[in-house]
C-alpha cells in the first residue's frame, strides 16, 4: 500500500467513524468529521498532512502525492 492510498484510507476510516459516533454516542462528534474534512482541504492546497508524515515515519513507501 501506497502512501496515498494509506491517507486516503485513514481520512475515510475516520470520516466514517466520527459520523457513527455522532449518530449513535453524541452530536459533538461531529466536529472530528469537520475536522478531517478541514485538514483534507488544506493539504490539497498545502501538501502538509500530518497524516502521511506519521505513515512515512511507519515506513509507508511514498506515493505520488505525499513526498
Known amino acids: 500500500m501506497t502512501l496515498d492510498k494509506a491517507v486516503l484510507a485513514f481520512a475515510g476510516f475516520v470520516v466514517l467513524l466520527s459520523l ?3 449518530h449513535f454516542v453524541n452530536p459533538l ?3 472530528l468529521t469537520a475536522f478531517a474534512g478541514a485538514n483534507m482541504f488544506q493539504a490539497a ?3 502538509f498532512c500530518p497524516a502521511a508524515m506519521i505513515f ?3 515506513g509507508v513507501k511514498p506515493g505520488v502525492s505525499f513526498k
Do not use: M, N, S
Open 45 to 47: 492546497f498545502t501538501g
Open 29 to 31: 462528534w461531529y466536529w
Open 56 to 58: 512515512k515515519k511507519l
Open 20 to 22: 457513527a459516533l455522532g
